[in-house]
């Protein structure tokens, strides 16, 4: 979880340069909002996939597509939701949620694969598997 934190703050400092120095025009007000549901979200869900991939190995592929639905349609409502108080930014807002889609969405892939890699991998059949839940 702890990746998720620094993942969030490059994005805010690379978006806070951005939208001082080159693309000031394009800022909208509710801009902090996305910020913060992206991480919220990403994390929720990563740690219910850790938690199904822990229970039953075989149960994760139903989780993940499941947490992909979930993901798609908080995101869809957080969408709609901006476009209704942010008519004018409309571009800007749509821009802004499907990169930050898609960053969040290949980081979170990766570790939650690397994550259960690791869970699921036994040195000695004695010792028990490292838990990830405790670790990012």
């Known amino acids: 979880m ?7 703050i ?14 000031s025009d394009y800022y ?3 801009y902090p909002i996305i910020v913060l549901v992206f991480p919220i979200v990403s994390i929720a869900i990563h740690y219910q996939l850790l938690k199904s991939s822990i229970k039953s190995p075989a149960r994760f592929n139903v989780a993940f ?4 639905m979930l993901k798609l349609l908080i995101y869809g409502g957080l969408t709609a ?3 209704y108080f942010e008519p004018d930014s409309r571009k800007e ?3 802004s949620i499907l990169l930050m889609y ?7 892939t990766q ?8 869970l699921h991998q036994k040195k000695d059949p004695r010792d028990k598997p490292e838990n990830p839940l405790l670790e990012s």
């Open 10 to 23: 490059i994005i805010i400092c690379i978006s806070s340069a951005t939208f001082a120095f080159v693309a």
């Open 93 to 95: 807002v749509v821009v």
């Open 2 to 8: 702890k990746r998720v934190f620094v993942l969030t």
């Open 65 to 68: 597509m499941s947490a992909f």
């Open 81 to 83: 939701t901006l476009l």
């Open 102 to 108: 898609a960053v969040y969405t290949i980081f979170e």
């Open 111 to 118: 570790q939650v694969l690397a994550d259960i890699k690791t």
């Open 28 to 30: 909208f007000g509710l």
